[in-house]
Nanobody
Framework: QVRVVESGGGLVQAGGSLRLSCAAS????????IGWFRQAPGKEREFVSG????????YYADSVKGRFTISRDNAKNTVFLQMNSLKPEDAAVYYC?????????????????????WGQGTKVTVSS
């Protein structure tokens, strides 16, 4: 069983930055695809960013492209989501999701149904 834990959420002013972390126990991220999703109150969960641990390939939702950066630390078996220039509309609970395997095309990152392992979420609040 893979346990996924996110951290790093909090309250930040618009224009500020936060860095979210995603760690896993039960296995390493080797051969995994890791995705970040978010869900704001009253809205559906949406894809934010994803990374292939093996290749390092990344993918971003248009809404965060140029502001968010996803990265990985092999030694720490951790994935980070650096969020800069935060906007009030970025406020949400952010979830890290993990699946074993890769694939092709953007769907390998964006399809929430492909991820069997999810964290409990970390809340990001952006004040205007």
């Amino acid at each position: 069983q893979v346990r996924v834990v996110e951290s790093g959420g909090g309250l930040v002013q618009a224009g500020g930055s936060l860095r979210l972390s995603c760690a896993a126990s039960g296995r390493t991220f080797t051969s995994c695809t890791i995705g970040w999703f978010r869900q704001a109150p009253g809205k559906e969960r949406e894809f934010v960013s994803g990374i292939s641990w093996t290749s390092g390939s990344t993918y971003y939702a248009d809404s965060v492209k140029g502001r968010f950066t996803i990265s990985r630390d092999n030694a720490k078996n951790t994935v980070f989501l650096q969020m800069n220039s935060l906007k009030p509309e970025d406020a949400a609970v952010y979830y890290c999701a993990v699946r074993i395997g890769g694939g092709y095309g953007s769907n390998r990152f964006t399809a929430a149904s492909l991820y069997p392992y999810w964290g409990q979420g970390t809340k990001v609040t952006v004040s205007s």
